[in-house]
């Protein structure tokens, strides 16, 4: 039957590199998964600043931002996008980071507002719920299973 | 930049947000985009098509670049497929655009085409009137990857560029009926290519042989809804040009801009007003089909309905006869006589 409108919402999801590093494995493994939980998955490859970031995320209109970084300029990129996304009125948008990520930088990164810190080996359906779970408010009903 | 010339008030903010809405079906973002229809119709839409590899997102991005120091201002809407499993879509033809994230006169949108057959998804033209009504001067619509069937885009764009690389098909795929009938302007792109002008040469022979005679596009096939005007079945007044390039260098890419321009001259003196009504045929007769087809759902109900289709797994009832049932429940429903 025709689905209703309601029915096909799906989330939309920025998969990012912020930085220097040429290693987009892991950002490809998590818009796969994502795209596997039924989210649309807009990936914008290597070498974002964080301006290229804020701005697609801005026409892109979308529901959560993931950042890979293995550069280790995460303490000032990280911070930056959440900046520049509060400063586009994107601010309720929730901003995860993966990648190389060392233990002491993470309260530091949280208190900037980034929602979510997943190492390496975190299990891709806890990425997922995490998702489903911070974005009730923007598309309710893309919370249901499909 | 200041050539941006959007309503005042709306940001780019307000336009993502409402295409999202749009998008989605909800009713509010449909009424803003009522409300806006008579804005629209300044911007020129253009179709880019082609085979997954032709390099259509960096065809796009190097127009794009140029249209920009020309002072006009673009809006892309880039639909990539959705997963028929899960719904889901990684949406990758930004990666080739990257360099025009931040221009102010730029506004990209990808898109999934959720399900929709033809190249496109179902709110792709809604979402371009938004654009164009938001006031950009250049609207691209780049399909999904697209082979020979899918040849919506030509139903919303006013002007069709197909893209061809070397060594993607052979002389026979050139020659099918399909998407190489609905362009306007064919690019043969990575020119630098072994077999570029084998290529070009074979999209030559094929124009020919789609030129025969204007009367045969009246006997295509096709049904009412799927019927495009073929521009290599138009009056000659328009001859389908075949360009090179090399998007990733820029070269070539002034030729293609300026055909468009041309083309869109061309449209205006009198062919671009029988397109349009055309386009705005089939798109009203669409939008009565899905309208007619959800109040159909809603009176025959999920049990009825459900009800045939099993019917049909158990091969008691051919899909047709399935569906003329159905037809004849809803006219009783409404006190009449079953049509045949």
């Known amino acids: 039957m025709t689905p209703t409108p309601e029915a096909t919402r799906p989330l939309r999801i920025l998969i990012a590199k912020p930085g220097l590093d040429g290693h987009d494995r892991g950002a490809k493994v998590i818009a796969r998964a994502l795209r596997d939980a039924g989210m649309e998955v807009i990936y914008t490859g290597l070498r974002q600043t964080p301006e290229m970031i804020a701005a697609a995320a801005l026409q892109e209109d979308v529901d959560a931002v993931g950042l890979s970084i293995l550069s280790g300029a995460h303490n000032t990129l990280l911070p930056r996008v959440v900046e520049l996304l509060r400063q586009n009125g994107m601010g309720d948008v929730p901003v995860f980071a993966g990648g190389i990520i060392p233990d002491e930088d993470v309260p530091g990164l949280k208190a900037a507002g980034i929602a979510a810190i997943f190492g390496p080996g975190t299990p891709l359906s806890e990425i997922v719920a995490f998702i489903r779970e911070h974005t009730p408010s923007r598309h309710p009903i893309a919370n249901r299973d499909s | ?253 002034a030729a293609v801009l300026d055909a468009i321009a041309r083309h869109r001259q061309y449209l205006e003196q009198g062919a671009g007003a029988r397109r349009r009504a055309q386009r705005l045929e089939h798109e009203v007769t669409l939008r009565l089909r899905d309208l007619l087809l959800k109040r159909a759902m809603q009176q025959i109900g999920p049990t009825r309905y459900h009800t045939l289709i099993e019917a049909c797994v158990a091969r008691k009832l051919h899909p047709q006869e399935a569906a003329q049932e159905l037809l004849n429940a809803l006219v009783r429903d409404d006190g009449h006589a079953p049509a045949e």
């Open chain 2, 1 to 253: 930049m200041t050539s941006d010339t959007r309503p005042p008030r709306l940001t780019k903010r307000d336009l993502a947000r409402l295409i999202t809405g749009i998008e989605n079906g909800d009713l509010n973002a449909l009424r803003t985009l009522h409300e806006w229809y008579g804005h629209a119709g300044g911007a020129h839409i253009i179709g880019v098509t082609g085979a997954p590899g032709s390099g259509k997102s960096t065809l796009i991005a190097a127009l794009t670049r140029l249209a920009r120091s020309r002072g006009q201002t673009v809006a892309i809407v880039s639909v990539d497929p959705s997963s028929p499993f899960t719904g889901g879509a990684i949406l990758g033809d930004r990666i080739r655009m990257r360099e025009l994230f931040e221009d102010d006169g730029v506004f990209i949108r990808s898109m999934a085409n959720r399900g929709a057959l033809g190249g496109i998804a179902r709110s792709t033209a809604d979402i371009v009137t938004a654009l164009d009504a938001a006031g950009y001067d250049l609207v691209f619509i780049e399909t999904v990857g697209a082979g020979q069937a899918e040849v919506e885009v030509a139903h919303v764009a006013e002007t069709v560029i197909v893209v061809e690389a070397p060594g993607l098909g052979d002389d026979v795929q050139a020659i099918k009926a399909g998407i190489l009938e609905i362009a306007d302007i064919l690019v043969v792109n990575k020119a630098d290519r072994e077999g570029a002008e084998r290529a070009v040469s074979t999209l030559q022979a094929a124009l020919e042989l789609a030129v025969p005679s204007a009367g045969a596009a009246g006997h295509h096939g096709y049904g009412a809804l799927h019927r495009v005007e073929s521009p290599a079945m138009a009056p000659p007044d328009w001859r389908i040009p075949i360009l090179k390039t090399i998007a990733t260098e820029g070269d070539g890419v």
